[in-house]
C-alpha cells in the first residue's frame, strides 16, 4: 500500500494559479496511475484529471480542460497538478489518489472506482 500526502492547497483570486504537490512513500509511484480528485460541499467527488504510471497518457475532466495540467515525477515519487485560471467553482477538498496497475486501459485509468489509496485532501478556495 502506498501512503500519499498532498500539499500547495490555499486561497487564491479568481484568475490566479496553484501547484499542487502528492508525495508518494511506502511503495515505488511508477506502479500506480494517479489521480487527483475534488469535492465540493454538497457535490459527488469527481475525478479532475488523471495520469498513467509512465506519465504517456493523461485525462483532464471538461471543467478543467485547458486550465489544469497533471504531471508526475517518478524519481521524486510524486505527482502534481497545475492550476491556472481558477474559479470560485473550483473551489474544493483536492486529494489524489493511486490505482495499482494490474492491467491498463485508458477506461481503467479513468474509472473512479479503481483508486483504492487516498491521501487525506488539501483545501483549495478560489476567491471571487
Known amino acids: 500500500q502506498v501512503k500519499l500526502v498532498e500539499s500547495g492547497g490555499g486561497l487564491v483570486q479568481a484568475g490566479g494559479s496553484l501547484r499542487l504537490s502528492c508525495a508518494a512513500s511506502?511503495?515505488?509511484?511508477?506502479?500506480?496511475?494517479m489521480g487527483w480528485f475534488r469535492q465540493a460541499p454538497g457535490k459527488e467527488r469527481e475525478l479532475v484529471a488523471a495520469?498513467?504510471?509512465?506519465?504517456?497518457?493523461?485525462y483532464q475532466s471538461d471543467p478543467v480542460k485547458g486550465r489544469f495540467t497533471i504531471s508526475r515525477d517518478n524519481a521524486k515519487n510524486t505527482v502534481y497538478l497545475q492550476m491556472n485560471s481558477l474559479r470560485p467553482e473550483d473551489t474544493a477538498v483536492y486529494s489524489c489518489?493511486?490505482?495499482?496497475?494490474?492491467?491498463?486501459?485508458?477506461?481503467?485509468?479513468?474509472?473512479?472506482?479503481?483508486?483504492?489509496?487516498w491521501g487525506q485532501g488539501t483545501q483549495v478556495t478560489g476567491s471571487s
Open positions: 489518489a493511486g490505482r495499482f496497475v494490474f492491467e491498463w486501459s485508458r477506461a481503467l485509468l479513468t474509472a473512479k472506482d479503481g483508486y483504492r489509496d
Open positions: 511506502g511503495q515505488p509511484l511508477s506502479m500506480y496511475d
Open positions: 495520469i498513467s504510471r509512465s506519465g504517456g497518457d493523461s
